[in-house]
């Protein structure tokens, strides 16, 4: 008896062929790993003691009557079933990749939330209208991927990063509710997990407010969860400042799973004699921070070491530390570096204020606040991870209230949070000129287990206040009419206050899926270097199709 | 009393200010034409004698309570009801012309229309998937929009003209059932009514033959026609082979509305003593026909001299015609230039083959084949338009059984009808190598109204048939590893059998809208130099960003 594994899109079951059926038994036994057939045959109940409880066709298995090789097949350059496959092999051979029944799923689950968001939208009134991929640079801060123009000379149009004005530019159109699923491009460098194209949902409405549209938006991720997933998201999602993130998780995207809590002390240092703390206490832009970890007494000299150098790939010059071994012993019950340099009366109230119980361990930021917040916060996450303190389940989160602005003091000047379209939470534009600083934003993000999966805002809708945002943004006249005055004409047109959202597709089906990397939920992604070791993509053009262009290359300095 | 018209994307409704309430009045005479307001008012029935029964809420009015302007306008560059406006002034206002109601309604048939194909598709078992915009030049046979890399310099990116290749390789990665909407982008001469930039609905499916690939699409688009227009089309729809559309209508996308036919003569003027008839009758290229025009014996000579003109566009370097007085009279009531060259029995055949009625005129081809064809094609649509005989209605249509190859006898060697991984319709390569002029292809082409809408074919799918395929197309060895390495070597990889159609989105929204242009049916399109006159892109570049890419201009020659 021959037995294959037959497999298709929907699942495998095993075909036996019989030496009875001599010619059928002979066409079998040429059959190899990944040919495609054509098998007819009569479907029975396995024999007694052959049924496979792991397989869902394992009760019953199809005696072949027939068989046709539809195709052959080499045999594959990795096993289907090899998990120690590179990604670079997994990307050039991705036809045989998708095969696997993990990336089968992928690909399915992907279409799941894109046909329940669709859904939900059409059904919501939003109509769902397609905006150029050839056009102008926008302004979302990252590279633009160019397209020469081969009918204007010496002209680009640029990849979109975002339809950010377009969709703005429907809203004056009165279109009043659109929607997108569309593709966007940043030419960026790819340490984290990017991709130079990805998708996003994007989404604006006009006459709204932010209840509005963080409501629909809610209903929408909440509908699509129950669709595809069959979860129940909170109801609503809980909310959170800016400002109240940044203290009490040092980040804009804090992960609700995990019950980890930064205690501010950065006044209690103010007064205290170590420089370590009464130095960034002090420094108006400084912050001092404790992060209580429950149950980290049992953490290793080692671990606090590896810590430390964790925390330094963010700028930390150290990482203080106190063992609590007995919380009813005082300072007696501690073990710190540290603790020769604080006030007994400190450490005591440090205690308090952490809650700190016996065998617990407190850490410790004291520098710029970014600092602090950047390594203490992305500390806080690994200990989550490394301790196995991250809840089950899906924590959604709303970040509003965001400053308008930040002000980069090294270069003296101000940079938009979100973009310069957000609207500012001021009556008029005086009142941004007055105080620029003290403006909060009309910015929404959503954040779902510490991922920022969509952010939008209210957008400035006259243009007298569009006018104040690039000024305090250095955007002059000249150059605010080049890049934007199709924008700023539009809103002397007849604008109705509008604004909307947009989501990462990538990263949403990316946490559905429970994968590592966007690239695992999409199709044929590229390499970290920018390139498709499937097609060899990018290639060199010939000089012809260069000339139509009007370019030319430049001469590349030698590989050193 | 002041009136004011408000509108938003459902349709309008009068608001009355009543001189009564003064604080209100007096800011609504401060409105103008394209404010964005908010009313608070009273819903009533208008006064007798002041309804207007063409508008929709014609038989009510607002009065007006309460006022706010949300947003000043400054005097439209255009009127919104002027039919008059240039298409550039439209395209750089967009944001204004698209408030006119006939651009709301396209916008929202379009998404009407893709909601309705991507609800059959979903529930058909399809799955959306996403395929790479950054990739590599494809092989659809116009000019590829380029991006140069980065991170590479010297490569270039090709932004797709087709996910033609990405969807085989899905296939072949077993995903069984793809769709897509997406863009797509060619670099072409805008000549006719083309967009460097347009949607497809793209489709593939493995296992399948023709009969499985044109029964669902024939489902998917009538159940499409029936959800947003309320239309049922034919069931099945009619099927031509190509050799009977060029037979009878000179088109390989007959518009089947126009009850006119070619006649074909061929055969019968090789030895008539006529030069112009038989020269072409004698050339294995050339080509006779006549084409009937009832009651066309009222076509005054202007008209006649037009039409030779019109058909002088497509290479006809004449237009011979008989007008038909009283058949019954045999030659002596004939009318023509011709007739003279014409032997009488000739004369009779061609009225009987005709079927020539009093008052009818026949028009002749003599000629190339393709000139005949395309002339003799190109006036019998026109004289359908012009004569009023174009039927109301749909008419769809399957073109089938396409020629494989076109000979280019000038460069001596074949191109593909479609592309050159489309089937051949024969059982193996050994065949189409022996006689490639012969082969069919396993195309079809979707047509409506005499326009296509839709092509596809089974592809080939076994590793020899597609190298014969390229040594038949001249793409030898290296070329096609070059280019199509990735895909012979799929091929080799346990690939099924699978074929796919694509629908041009633009043209089948078009059609349905009953616009004239596809530009009309986008909501940003460039004009016809494929340029953006609302962003003004493309735009030159900064050297900065071009020494990044690793490209620099060409200088330009001198404008003349």
Same mark, same amino acid.
């Given at each position: 008896m021959i037995f294959i594994d037959l497999r298709d899109h929907e699942g495998v079951v095993q075909v036996v062929f019989d030496p009875d059926r001599a010619e059928m038994f002979a066409r079998a036994e040429q059959v190899r790993s990944e040919y495609v057939l054509r098998v007819t045959g009569r479907v029975r109940r396995r024999p007694e003691g052959t049924t496979n409880p792991e397989l869902n066709t394992g009760a019953v298995e199809v005696l072949g009557l027939d068989l046709e090789v539809l195709n052959a097949a080499r045999t594959?350059?990795?096993?289907?079933?090899?998990?120690?496959?590179?990604e670079e092999t997994r990307l050039r051979y991705r036809y045989i990749d998708l095969r696997r029944p993990v990336m089968q799923e992928r690909l399915r689950l992907r279409a799941r939330v894109t046909r329940s968001l669709r859904r939900f939208l059409d059904d919501t009134g939003f109509v769902d209208i397609e905006t150029p991929m050839l056009t102008k640079a926008t302004p979302e801060g990252a590279r633009d991927y160019l397209v020469p123009s081969r009918t204007h000379p010496g002209h680009f149009f640029a990849l979109p990063q975002s339809p950010q004005l377009f969709k703005q530019l429907l809203m004056i159109g009165g279109m009043d509710r659109y929607y997108q699923i569309t593709r966007c491009f940043r030419d960026e460098d790819l340490r984290a997990d990017r991709q130079p194209e990805f998708t996003q949902l994007d989404i604006e409405m006009a006459f709204v407010d932010e209840a509005d549209v963080m409501a629909l938006n809610e209903r929408l991720i909440r509908t699509m969860f129950r669709d595809v997933l069959g979860v129940e998201l909170p109801d609503p999602f809980p909310r959170m400042t800016h400002a109240e993130a940044m203290a009490r998780f040092?980040?804009? !995207?804090?992960?609700?799973?995990?019950?980890l809590e930064f205690t501010d002390l950065t006044e209690r240092m103010r007064?205290?004699?170590?420089k370590v703390f009464n130095a960034p206490a002090n420094d108006p832009e400084g912050r001092v921070a404790a992060l209580r970890l429950p149950?980290?007494?049992?953490?290793s000299r080692k671990e606090i070491d590896d810590y430390t150098r964790f925390v330094g790939r963010f700028g930390a010059r150290g990482l203080a530390y106190i063992k609590v071994? !007995?919380?009813?012993?005082?300072?007696?019950g501690l073990q710190s570096p540290i603790l020769k340099f604080l006030p007994d009366e400190v450490a005591l109230e440090i205690l308090e204020r952490t809650g700190a119980e016996d065998g617990d361990l407190i850490f410790f930021g004291a520098d710029k606040a970014n600092v602090v917040n950047e390594s203490l916060g992305a500390l806080r996450v690994q200990l989550g991870h490394d301790r196995g303190l991250v809840a089950e389940g899906w924590a959604p989160l709303w970040v509003i209230d965001f400053p308008m602005f930040e002000w980069d003091a090294k270069e003296g000047r101000f940079y938009a949070l979100h973009h310069p379209f957000t609207a500012p939470a001021v009556p008029d534009a005086e009142v941004l000129r007055a105080d620029p600083r003290a403006a909060l934003s009309r910015a929404y993000d959503m954040v779902l287990n510490g991922t920022e999966v969509g952010g939008g805002s209210i957008r400035i809708h006259r243009p007298e206040m569009q006018r104040a945002a690039f000024d305090l943004l250095g955007i002059g006249e000249a150059e605010a009419a080049e890049k934007f005055g199709f924008l700023l004409d539009a809103l002397t047109q007849g604008a109705p206050p509008h604004g909307g959202i947009a989501f990462g597709l990538d990263r949403l089906v990316m946490l559905m899926a429970g994968a590592g990397s966007i690239r695992d939920v999409m199709a044929f992604p590229k390499t970290q270097?920018?390139?498709?070791?499937?097609?060899?993509?990018?290639a060199p053009v010939g000089d012809v199709q260069l000339r139509e262009l009007g370019i030319r290359l430049r001469a590349q300095p030698p590989a050193s």
């Amino acid at each position: 008896m021959i037995f294959i594994d037959l497999r298709d899109h929907e699942g495998v079951v095993q075909v036996v062929f019989d030496p009875d059926r001599a010619e059928m038994f002979a066409r079998a036994e040429q059959v190899r790993s990944e040919y495609v057939l054509r098998v007819t045959g009569r479907v029975r109940r396995r024999p007694e003691g052959t049924t496979n409880p792991e397989l869902n066709t394992g009760a019953v298995e199809v005696l072949g009557l027939d068989l046709e090789v539809l195709n052959a097949a080499r045999t594959p350059p990795f096993p289907l079933d090899d998990e120690d496959v590179g990604e670079e092999t997994r990307l050039r051979y991705r036809y045989i990749d998708l095969r696997r029944p993990v990336m089968q799923e992928r690909l399915r689950l992907r279409a799941r939330v894109t046909r329940s968001l669709r859904r939900f939208l059409d059904d919501t009134g939003f109509v769902d209208i397609e905006t150029p991929m050839l056009t102008k640079a926008t302004p979302e801060g990252a590279r633009d991927y160019l397209v020469p123009s081969r009918t204007h000379p010496g002209h680009f149009f640029a990849l979109p990063q975002s339809p950010q004005l377009f969709k703005q530019l429907l809203m004056i159109g009165g279109m009043d509710r659109y929607y997108q699923i569309t593709r966007c491009f940043r030419d960026e460098d790819l340490r984290a997990d990017r991709q130079p194209e990805f998708t996003q949902l994007d989404i604006e409405m006009a006459f709204v407010d932010e209840a509005d549209v963080m409501a629909l938006n809610e209903r929408l991720i909440r509908t699509m969860f129950r669709d595809v997933l069959g979860v129940e998201l909170p109801d609503p999602f809980p909310r959170m400042t800016h400002a109240e993130a940044m203290a009490r998780f040092g980040s804009d !995207r804090p992960d609700l799973r995990i019950p980890l809590e930064f205690t501010d002390l950065t006044e209690r240092m103010r007064d205290v004699e170590f420089k370590v703390f009464n130095a960034p206490a002090n420094d108006p832009e400084g912050r001092v921070a404790a992060l209580r970890l429950p149950g980290g007494g049992t953490l290793s000299r080692k671990e606090i070491d590896d810590y430390t150098r964790f925390v330094g790939r963010f700028g930390a010059r150290g990482l203080a530390y106190i063992k609590v071994n !007995r919380v009813a012993d005082g300072v007696a019950g501690l073990q710190s570096p540290i603790l020769k340099f604080l006030p007994d009366e400190v450490a005591l109230e440090i205690l308090e204020r952490t809650g700190a119980e016996d065998g617990d361990l407190i850490f410790f930021g004291a520098d710029k606040a970014n600092v602090v917040n950047e390594s203490l916060g992305a500390l806080r996450v690994q200990l989550g991870h490394d301790r196995g303190l991250v809840a089950e389940g899906w924590a959604p989160l709303w970040v509003i209230d965001f400053p308008m602005f930040e002000w980069d003091a090294k270069e003296g000047r101000f940079y938009a949070l979100h973009h310069p379209f957000t609207a500012p939470a001021v009556p008029d534009a005086e009142v941004l000129r007055a105080d620029p600083r003290a403006a909060l934003s009309r910015a929404y993000d959503m954040v779902l287990n510490g991922t920022e999966v969509g952010g939008g805002s209210i957008r400035i809708h006259r243009p007298e206040m569009q006018r104040a945002a690039f000024d305090l943004l250095g955007i002059g006249e000249a150059e605010a009419a080049e890049k934007f005055g199709f924008l700023l004409d539009a809103l002397t047109q007849g604008a109705p206050p509008h604004g909307g959202i947009a989501f990462g597709l990538d990263r949403l089906v990316m946490l559905m899926a429970g994968a590592g990397s966007i690239r695992d939920v999409m199709a044929f992604p590229k390499t970290q270097s920018a390139a498709c070791p499937l097609t060899d993509a990018p290639a060199p053009v010939g000089d012809v199709q260069l000339r139509e262009l009007g370019i030319r290359l430049r001469a590349q300095p030698p590989a050193s």
